[in-house]
């Protein structure tokens, strides 16, 4: 309660800063990629309407994000928005859709000042139009940017994603710009929505679910994951450097042996 109200200790702030200083001698993942999971059990445990827990939430995001620029990654993937998400309720929908125009509203001057370029994945033209009119801006004015890569998946589903790319590519044999042997996994990730960024060093999922619901399913291959059973409104700076400097303890041998003996 006593954090809530005045805030992390000095202690607390140190031991952060610690954290984030002892991560940066080791191998720093390039790409975290998250599933902001548990607005509504967040809100549900307060008495509180589902909104207000999509509204604290998007309070973490600006955390995080500072964080992640802070120890120096240079890609954040925030799944925001699923395809699945337009089941829930309107109100709830309608909501979900206003927070892209209030966080950028209030972000913006830090996300400019931090040199951070907002990205988006996702199937952009079936949002609303004013989601969309702010989205854009938001990714015209930071274009030059070169920090870190705040990409947001609104609108996305993994499935629906690698069914588009099998079409387009089917369409480039028909016209005959590729052949059937063009067709490898470079071919495949040239056609995703990814395709301009490095696949996932670490997956964070919060609120205790163990599952991917349908995020990336190609491009997490041999990506890290790391669950916790922490809502997302209440994951903070701590959450963060705690799933990054367990990472750095894991030994990535992507199929192989790498750092064990052979024998």
Sequence with gaps: MFKRIFGKSKIEKSLLEEQKNLSKNDLIP????????GNGRWAKK????RIAGHHEGMKTVRKIARCADDVGIKILTLYAFSTENWKRPKQEVDFLMSLPQQFLKSFMPEIMERNIRVQLIGEKDELPQTTKA???EAIEKTKDNTGLILNFAMNYGSRAEIVKAMKDIMIEVRDGKLTIDDINEETINAYLMTSQLPEPDLLIRTSGEVRLSNFMLWQLAY???WFTDTLWPDFDEQCFMEAILDYQKRNRRYGGLKGEEMN
């Design 30 to 37: 390039t790409h975290i990629a998250i599933i902001m999971d």
């Design 46 to 49: 307060r008495a509180m309407p």
């Design 223 to 225: 990506t890290e994951f």
């Design 134 to 136: 702010v989205l854009n």
